[in-house]
């Protein structure tokens, strides 16, 4: 029986379609700490934690929403 609870990684190209952002705007938004930071796996081999990019996910649908909120007002 797999352990749901241990974290996953997830490669940079899954990143990319989790998100639907290009593996340049992920390079880009890592750099300026607006993504989440990868886990290094290997010789130049990278991989993100997946809950930490559903987070993400996650925080800039809750952003759309409060904007609209404060639109509104």
């Known amino acids: 029986m ?7 990684l997830i490669s940079l190209n899954d990143a990319c ?3 639907s ?28 934690v997946r809950a930490e990019v559903v987070s993400w996910i996650e925080a800039r649908i809750a952003e759309r929403g409060a904007k609209t909120k404060q639109e509104a007002a």
């Open 2 to 8: 797999p352990h749901t609870d241990l974290p996953t």
């Open 17 to 19: 379609r989790l998100t």
């Open 21 to 48: 952002l290009s593996r340049t705007a992920i390079n880009r938004y890592r750099a300026e700490g607006r993504f989440p930071q990868p886990v290094p796996i290997g010789f130049k081999r990278i991989a993100f």
